[in-house]
């Protein structure tokens, strides 16, 4: 089955620490993204990449850092400059760059530092 | 103003009630239009597309109002396994943003 994995599902870091949230598609998808969600708040864009080897700021891209090496992965580092680092990290994806397909969703990480 | 809004709710109907919600948003040039859920502390799940025309997928009903800007779901005959949060999704023409409402809360009651 086609799909966006993203791992570890829970993610615990102390703070000053960087990690690293893995994304990896099979559905041959072109673009990816990463967003953040914190409650009570829509979802917000951090990066995008629409090809390998090239990627965007999102509206919210401080603190945080990415790569497309190869079509199917895109992970999300998160360092220590990011100031609040804790929340639901989406990794999605869309079949083309013309940005009329719906995103489709990894089953996310949610990362807590203390 | 946000770019996209939705009534946070919690909407609380009983079972087999029909339950509308509205999105709006604010910028004309906005492009596609797609409804989500998602389910408590896990991943947006693409409910349907909005078309020009309306839509309809079984009990799920999608509209849009370019001229007053907002789209509408409607859910009839509502189930319990329908209890979610509802998002609202608009991408605007020739960028990359996909813009998202904060969602609303649906519980259908036994």
């Known amino acids: 089955d086609g799909g966006i994995t993203q791992s570890p599902k829970y993610l615990f870091r102390k703070e000053g620490q960087n990690v690293t949230l893995s994304c990896e598609q099979n559905?041959?998808?072109?673009?990816m993204y990463w967003y953040r969600q914190d409650p009570g708040q829509g979802l917000r864009l951090i990066y995008y990449s629409q090809i390998v080897n090239d990627f965007q700021k999102g509206d919210i891209a401080e603190g945080y850092s990415v790569s497309r090496e190869k079509k199917e992965s895109f992970p999300l580092t998160v360092t220590s400059a990011q100031k609040n680092p804790t929340a639901f990290y989406l990794c999605?994806?869309?079949?083309?760059?013309?940005?009329?397909?719906?995103?489709?969703f990894g089953n996310g990480t949610r990362l807590t530092v203390t | 103003r946000k770019e996209v809004e939705q009534d946070p709710g919690p909407f609380n109907v009983p079972e087999g009630a029909t339950v509308a919600f509205n999105c709006t948003y604010s910028?004309?040039?906005?492009?596609?239009f797609f409804w989500y859920r998602q389910d408590c502390r896990k991943e947006p799940k693409l409910l349907m597309s909005?078309?020009?025309s309306g839509n309809e997928d079984g009990r799920f009903t999608a509209q849009l109002n370019r001229a007053s800007q907002y789209i509408s779901l409607l859910i009839r005959d509502s189930k319990l396994s329908d209890s979610a949060t509802y998002l609202c999704v608009v991408t605007l023409s020739g960028t990359y943003k996909y813009i998202f409402g904060t969602g609303t809360r649906l519980k259908v009651l036994a």
């Open positions: 910028n004309s040039a906005s492009q596609s």
């Open positions: 559905l041959n998808h072109d673009a």
């Open positions: 909005v078309y020009s």
């Open positions: 999605a994806s869309t079949p083309d760059r013309n940005y009329n397909s719906p995103l489709h």
